[in-house]
C-alpha cells in the first residue's frame, strides 16, 4: 500500500512538473512575440566591441572622408559621456543606447561610406541600415533622437571636440584611448527579459530627449 502511494504522489509531481513546463514555455513564447525587438539588440550588445573597433579604425585612418571622420568621433566621444541617455550601470539598456548612436551615426554619414577604404565599407552599411529598426521601435521620436547624435560631434566631451579629432591628431589620439579604457569594463549582458527591456528603453530615451 505504501509503495502505491508513493507511486502516486511521483505521479502527482511528475504531472505537475510537466504543468511548470508547459507553463514556461507559453511565457517564453509570450515573451518573445513581446518583444520583436529584443533579439535585434542582443546582437548588439554581442557585436559592441567590434563594432566601436571598426570606428576606432576609421577615425585614425586620415584617408576616410573628414565628414564622416566628425560624425564618427561624435559616436566615440558618447560612449566616454558621463551623462549620456541612459546611465551605463542600468544594463543591459545602458549599453543598447551606445549600441543605437553608434548605428544613427552610421547612417548619417552613409553618404561618405563609399569613399571608405573597402575593408570598413561592409560593416559600415550594415550598421546604417539597422538604423531602419529603430525607426520602427522609436516611431515618431526617432527624428529627436537622430537630431541629438547630430549634434554629439559639437558637444565637447573633456574639452574634445568633432572637429578638434579630425584637426588634431593628438586629440584624437586622446579620444581613442579614452575609448580604449572604457571598453576594458565592457560585459555582453544577455537580455532576460526583453518585454522589460524594450520599456526600459523606449522610456529613457523618449524621457530625456523631451524638451531636447
Known amino acids: 500500500m505504501a509503495d502505491q502511494g508513493n507511486e502516486d504522489t511521483e505521479a502527482v509531481l511528475k504531472e505537475k512538473m510537466e504543468q511548470v513546463r508547459a507553463q514556461e514555455g507559453q511565457d517564453m513564447e509570450m515573451r518573445f512575440d513581446e518583444a520583436p525587438f529584443a ?3 542582443q546582437e548588439w550588445i554581442d557585436t559592441f566591441e567590434r563594432d566601436v573597433a571598426l570606428y576606432i579604425d576609421i577615425a585614425k585612418d586620415e584617408a576616410s572622408p573628414a565628414p564622416l571622420r566628425r560624425l564618427i568621433a561624435g559616436g566615440l566621444m558618447y560612449i566616454i559621456r558621463q551623462f549620456d541617455l541612459i546611465p551605463d550601470y542600468l544594463k543591459p539598456v545602458g549599453l543598447l543606447d551606445d549600441a543605437i548612436v553608434l548605428r544613427i551615426t552610421a547612417d548619417l554619414g552613409a553618404e561618405h561610406t563609399a569613399e571608405l577604404d573597402p575593408k570598413f565599407m561592409k560593416q559600415m552599411f550594415k550598421l546604417a541600415n539597422d538604423a531602419e ?8 521620436g526617432y527624428r ?3 537630431n541629438y547624435v547630430r549634434r554629439q560631434p559639437d558637444d565637447a566631451v ?3 571636440t568633432g572637429d578638434s579629432v579630425v584637426e588634431h591628431a593628438a586629440v584624437r589620439d586622446d579620444l581613442l584611448a579614452q575609448v580604449t579604457e572604457e571598453l576594458k569594463t565592457f560585459e555582453a549582458d544577455a537580455i532576460e527579459d526583453g518585454a522589460k527591456v524594450e520599456r526600459q528603453l523606449r ?3 523618449h524621457t530625456k530627449l523631451d524638451g531636447k
Not at 133 to 140: A, M, R, S, V
Open 39 to 41: 533579439p535585434k539588440f
Open 133 to 140: 529598426l529603430i525607426k520602427e521601435f522609436l516611431g515618431e
Open 144 to 146: 529627436d533622437l537622430e
Open 158 to 160: 573633456h574639452g574634445i
Open 203 to 205: 522610456s529613457y530615451i
